[in-house]
């Protein structure tokens, strides 16, 4: 019995199944919000598939499944969307590679998570090997966008649908985790499970749960910014803008009625009084733009969020 989030299991005992009856489709495009486990229900659904009994469940004891375990399967694929563009290249080559028989077991597996990714070119490398498949071969994709992708390519798929776990839902699981009561904590920042235990797993925590705490301070005269700023660089500064970003895009939603997370209240008083919602609008998006400067800039982070906090 897997241990996944108990949302996808729904999702995952359907694609069994059809994997026990004969019944699955050689491409699957599994969607739901960015953060709700799309690939986590993906690798799952590609344990199954590699497996070499026939059953619906992979039985974890087989040379495919200890194979899958040790991240060394010869016939399993992935490309990661996640980490830049999906270029044609990449599709080719791995197309290339799977053309031939199973190295191992019965069925080679393409994994292609955040597909939204794909540049034009790679979706359409992608479309002609769904519409050409290879002998016992399965493309599972993941997408947080399907939208974005090219109808031919949904179309050629059976979809799986994540549902969105409720907010009881998801602290449950957290409280279950690793730091899992800090993690519930963060709510203000998202309520998308995985996205907060990718923080966890990235050693970012402490820098988000501190925040709160940070600004209040900053905004009652309690730090100064350099205080604030302290440990900050190039690599986590990026994150730091996104927190603040959140903080200010909660007190906006507030402003029209939105319910506020309790860490941040101090923080929408002060704010508020001190700028007005206009101001604080304008102050949201000059730390948008602030953001994307340093991506395409070699201007100095810390300076540059230093000048926009004194705006606060």
């Not at 970003?245 to 029209?256: F, K, V, Y």
Request: aromatic share 4%.
């Amino acid at each position: 019995m897997s241990n996944i989030a108990h949302w996808l299991m729904p999702c995952l005992q359907q694609v069994q199944v059809l994997k026990k009856t004969n019944s699955l489709s050689h491409a699957l495009l599994i969607m739901g919000a960015d953060g709700v486990g799309q690939e986590e229900l993906a690798r799952e659904m590609v344990k199954d598939l590699m497996c070499e009994i026939d059953q619906a469940a992979a039985c974890g004891q087989c040379h495919s499944c200890q194979l899958m375990r040790a991240d060394t399967h010869p016939d399993f694929r992935v490309l990661d969307g996640e980490i830049g563009s999906i270029k044609v290249d990449q599709v080719r080559l791995l197309v290339r590679q799977i053309s031939q028989k199973p190295q191992v077991g019965q069925n080679k597996v393409v994994l292609i998570t955040h597909a939204q990714a794909m540049n034009i070119n790679a979706a359409n490398a992608v479309l002609k090997a769904l519409e050409e498949p290879a002998a016992r071969t399965y493309f599972v994709l993941t997408s947080s966008q399907s939208t974005s992708l090219l109808p031919t390519i949904r179309s050629r798929c059976l979809l799986v649908n994540v549902p969105t776990p409720n907010i009881y839902e998801v602290k449950q699981w957290l409280l279950q985790q690793p730091d899992g009561e800090t993690l519930s904590s963060l709510f203000w920042l998202t309520t998308q499970p995985f996205r907060l235990l990718s923080i966890q797993q990235q050693g970012k925590l402490s820098l988000y749960a501190n925040l709160p705490n940070q600004l209040s301070a900053l905004l009652q005269g309690a730090a100064s910014i350099s205080d604030v700023l302290k440990g900050l660089d190039s690599n986590n500064i990026e994150d730091y803008c996104n927190g603040l970003a959140a903080i200010l895009h909660q007190c906006i939603c507030h402003s029209t009625g939105a319910p506020l997370d309790a860490a941040l209240q101090d923080i929408y008083m002060a704010l508020i009084t001190r700028l007005g919602i206009h101001s604080l609008m304008m102050r949201y998006q000059a730390l948008q733009k602030l953001k994307s400067d340093l991506q395409k800039t070699n201007l100095n982070p810390i300076m540059q969020l230093t000048h926009e906090l004194n705006q606060w």
